[in-house]
């Protein structure tokens, strides 16, 4: 059906709560698109002004200036607006965590500090008020990380599971998953003579040699672990199957000490970053660096290694007294001028929609425009391994775009239009609808007598 | 802790000669600056004169005096300093004291610590006053301040002059310590629902009646003449409830459900006294027609929510809902990291509700003076108030807005090129101790101390569900 698009630009939000009651318009029959007249931010070269978006089958079937419109396309005027990838956000708790404090909602952190067999996407809630929340503000996939529990907290054990890709639509997870594993969490065992401890309130301090004791056996154990995994992998190759014992343990494991699954280590302190490379360049694990406080005193280091870096919130204090003030906001555009891949990311579940703040307040200490557009999209997609599918407007990729009424950056942007898997999806979710319900709550209001 | 008290040590030294040269009582005139003056528009290419840390003038067509100091702003906005209206930064301890369900006789005013680096943190992020307040662990909480980010003053020098003190109530899952784990061998402190809450208010108020009117009629008759009169035993507890009782003293409340703010409301009519702020008050928009009645300000965040039950139902349009049904809303940190953004947060309640830009600089400046009695003296940037200020390289509602300076009572406490200048030198400085230090162990060979680390989490959002039961 040819909409005229008009008519949607000036209704949109009605528009939106009317004709999409659901998070797409269909799953059934596939809807093809044309964004029209839009400026393009394809982030795979110069912008495209005034260009078309075609979107097919779920994928993006063509941009550019001149593309011809199917004639079976609907018609979505992006006049006066932009057009983006739509946003990634790759280290969260989004559906394993409804409510922080009320633990019959947290399915984040599992007993036991080894526990390599637990994936996210197993318990990813699609029903959680979190993403329509999210996506409404241009958040369309992002990674489920079990074991993590907001930047600086490491709540699930030391191998706290394996991270799962999704898109932030879909009835279930078979509809939402981009990849069911998209890397091993590891939460690096961090040498703290000063914990902060719930239960009592109060600031613990440990002796520093019992800290070590305790840092020298948990390396000793991970380091045992990835043995076996790797005897396992032998055994299994190389062994009798009759004699053969599974273990599921180890089995999920073995990709990892293949290298075939990175480990997402989180790290903070520059002698965690340093000691946490150190491990896994001799145990050939291929790693991603996850919260990064401190990645700017160890720049050599992780351009010399390769080491992408998942960045915690910009918008932090900084990890020292004596640290400069802005050192959490200047640290991205350090980490760029040293040449070292990196993506923003929320560490969150309810700030997850803060992704385009804390990009943009890198911006405004120094890191350019576009990088920070690519460490929002792009990079985040590269890092995990998927970028032929993600991170870019370009023929092939899915059709994970929003439409906005400027820079996504910018605090005072609005997502206009949202697609995901190439379809036009509801931005409709619990605040709109809290907004809507008592914006009409009638003014004679029953007053509290005085 | 000994690298992060050198630390403090450092930043001080820093901090001194902005304070020391400005202490002159000069004449400062800031120039070609886009001027956002809240109460009046925005002046393009204006001028502000500054004398005795009072704003002299505002306007397009001053002239800098011969030897006034200026601070050349082209291209630059300055806006009133942000105002701060919930924080918990310079205390020195804890924030709670949270075993009896009534505290009101601690009082945050003892225990201000200057040397919090929040405070210059902060202050770099436009923040030139702030309601520093008690923790959330009980009903009726400690005695609270304003104070006023004046860095390398002593603490003696923090409090904001003429400013009504306060108290924390707290209404809600914090005080009945929903996300709190007793630990092992302590008893469970009632109250343990919003009706014990309730209860513990009306109590602690008909005990501050009687308390007022054994001191009136000991004060009537010693005024009668009477001779060997014994005066009533003074009660620390009641003291600033009955100056809650008599106007002396502003009630700032804690508070999420619009139910429980219902029942404040009644609580406080029935012993007339009146709550002067709501603060967080997340489901203020349910009840926003009530809030505007009652008349007073509501304090809130820009889109926190879901850290736990009783935020479930929050909404990023809280902040524009209310506005719009006229209630006197502001936008708070709880955070000394959110109040470096305050700015930031403001300008979210444009994207969500639609609010003016005018009308979201006024939830950071004009409403919380308003709020806390003192928009006669900060809020707005108009010809006899303080010289509060923060001036922006950008529009401070962008994302991309950083504080070049900050002043307060016209001195500069915050200049971002001088402390990004000083950096060198204090690293030297640092490491030269460092050396010296590790110098001193080597001969010395004593035990390790433990390096500071994982403060503990000061605000109500911070990680972790047990940490939300207490702020």
Redesign the interface.
Same mark, same amino acid.
């Given at each position: 059906v040819k909409t005229r698009a008009r008519s949607w630009g000036r209704t949109w939000f009605v528009a939106i709560l009317v004709a999409i009651p659901t998070w797409a318009q269909s799953t059934a029959t596939s809807t093809t698109y044309a964004i029209q007249g839009g400026k393009i931010f394809t982030l795979a070269g110069a912008p495209i002004e005034k260009g078309t978006v075609i979107i097919r089958d779920g994928k993006i079937a063509a941009v550019g200036a001149n593309v011809a419109v199917p004639s079976d396309a609907q018609m979505i005027d992006a006049t006066g607006l932009q057009v983006y990838p739509g946003l990634f956000d790759p280290v969260t708790q989004i559906g394993l965590s409804e409510v922080s404090a009320v633990s019959a909602t947290q399915d984040i952190s599992e007993l036991g500090d080894y526990n390599p067999e637990l994936v996210a996407a197993t318990a990813v809630n699609p029903a959680s008020a979190h993403i329509a929340v999210t996506r409404a503000d241009g958040i369309t996939e992002v990674i489920a990380a079990p074991g993590t529990a907001g930047f600086d907290s490491q709540a699930g054990g030391i191998i706290a599971g394996q991270a799962s890709a999704f898109h932030l639509a879909g009835w279930t997870m078979e509809e939402m998953q981009i990849k069911r594993s998209v890397a091993m969490v590891v939460n690096w065992p961090s040498i703290q003579t000063r914990a902060f401890d719930f239960s009592t309130f109060r600031v613990k301090q440990k002796p520093y040699s019992d800290v070590k004791k305790e840092y020298d056996k948990n390396v000793n154990q991970l380091s045992d672990w990835l043995d076996r995994a790797r005897h396992y992998a032998q055994a299994k190759e190389k062994g009798s199957p009759a004699l053969f014992e599974r273990d599921l343990k180890l089995e999920a494991l073995v990709p990892v000490v293949e290298g075939k699954l990175p480990v997402l280590v989180v790290a903070d302190e520059e002698r965690d970053i340093r000691n946490a490379e150190e491990f896994c360049s001799k145990q050939n694990l291929k790693m991603i660096l996850a919260g990064g406080a401190e990645a700017w005193k160890v720049k050599e280091l992780l351009k010399d290694k390769k080491i992408p870096v998942i960045l915690g919130p910009t918008e932090r204090l900084p990890e020292e007294e004596d640290t400069p003030y802005d050192k959490p906001m200047t640290q991205p555009s350090e980490l760029f001028a040293a040449g070292i891949p990196f993506a923003f990311s929320s560490f969150g579940t309810a700030f997850s929609r803060r992704l385009p703040q804390y990009a943009g307040s890198a911006v405004a200490y120094g890191l350019p425009h576009d990088e920070a557009l690519k460490a929002v999209t792009l990079n985040a997609a590269q890092i995990f391994g998927l970028a032929d599918q993600l991170g870019t407007i370009e023929p092939g990729k899915l059709g994970n775009i929003i439409v906005t009424n400027g820079d996504p950056l910018e605090i005072q942007t609005q997502v206009r239009y949202l697609f995901i898997k190439g379809q036009l999806t509801s931005m409709d979710n619990r605040h709109r609808e809290l907004y809507e319900q008592y914006r009409k709550r009638p003014k004679e209001a029953e007053q509290v007598a005085h | 802790m000994k690298?992060?008290r050198?630390?403090?040590a450092?930043?001080l030294t820093a901090a001194a000669p902005i304070a020391t040269r400005a202490q002159n009582p000069d004449t400062i005139f800031i120039q070609n600056a886009t001027v956002l003056t809240v109460t009046h528009g925005n002046i393009e290419h204006g001028s502000i004169l500054i004398r005795d840390g009072k704003i002299a003038a505002v306007g397009a067509d001053l002239k800098a005096q011969e030897g006034v100091t200026v601070i050349d702003a082209s291209g630059q906005f300055v806006m009133p300093g942000i105002i701060d209206c919930h924080s918990h930064i310079a205390i020195d301890g804890?924030v709670n004291e949270g075993a009896p369900a009534v505290s009101s006789m601690a009082n945050i005013k003892d225990v201000l610590n200057p040397d919090d680096?929040?405070i210059?943190?902060d202050l770099?992020g436009g923040v030139t006053a702030a309601n520093i307040l008690h923790g959330s662990a009980n009903p009726i909480g400690g005695q609270t301040i304003v104070i006023k980010l004046r860095w390398g003053k002593p603490a003696s020098a923090l409090p904001f002059e003429g400013a009504l003190p306060g108290i924390k109530f707290a209404l809600g899952?914090n005080p009945k310590h929903?996300?709190f784990?007793v630990?092992p061998g302590v008893a469970a402190r009632y109250p343990a629902t919003r009706l014990g809450v309730e209860e513990v208010i009306r109590q602690a108020f008909t005990e501050a009646r009687e308390y007022r009117k054994q001191w009136d009629d000991y004060n009537q008759r010693k005024a009668a003449g009477e001779q060997n009169l014994i005066p009533p035993r003074r009660n620390e507890q009641l003291e600033p409830l009955v100056e809650v009782l008599d106007g002396k003293r502003y009630v700032h409340v804690h508070c999420y459900r619009a139910d429980e703010i219902?029942m404040l409301?009644?609580v406080a009519?029935e012993f007339g006294f009146k709550v002067r702020t709501w603060q967080h008050v997340l489901e203020g928009?349910?009840? !926003?027609?009530?809030l505007a %009645? @009652?008349g007073a300000g509501a304090s809130t965040f820009s889109?926190?929510? !879901?850290?736990?039950?009783e %935020? @479930?139902?929050a909404?990023?349009?809280n902040a524009a809902?209310m506005t719009?049904r006229g209630v006197v809303v502001s936008v708070n940190s709880d955070d000394?990291?959110e109040a470096?953004?305050l700015n930031?947060e403001a300008?979210?309640s444009?994207?969500?509700?639609g609010l003016s830009a005018n009308d979201a600089l006024k939830l950071i400046t004009l409403n919380p003076a308003i709020q806390l009695g003192l928009d006669n003296r900060a809020g707005s940037i108009d010809v006899g108030k303080d010289a509060d200020l923060a001036i922006y390289n950008?529009d401070p509602?962008?994302?991309?807005?950083?504080v070049q300076k900050t002043l307060i009572d016209g001195q500069v406490y915050f200049d971002r090129e001088r402390?990004?200048a000083q950096?060198a030198e204090?690293a030297k400085e640092?490491q030269a101790l460092l050396d010296k230090e590790k110098k001193a162990s080597e001969e010395k060979k004593p035990?390790?101390k433990?390096?500071?680390?994982?403060?503990?989490?000061k605000s109500d959002i911070a990680?972790?569900?047990?940490?939300?039961?207490?702020l």
């Open positions: - | 690298r992060a050198l630390g403090i450092i930043l804890g680096i929040d210059y943190r770099a899952e929903s996300n784990t630990p219902l409301m009644r009519n928009y349910k009840i !926003a027609d009530e %009645a @009652y889109d926190w929510w !879901a850290y736990k039950m %935020a @479930y139902d909404i990023p349009y809902l719009e000394a990291q470096r953004q930031q300008a979210k444009m994207k969500y509700g950008h509602l962008s994302v991309y807005a950083v402390d990004i950096r204090l640092k035990e390790k433990p390096e500071q680390k994982n403060r503990p989490p990680d972790g569900g047990a940490a939300r039961g207490a």
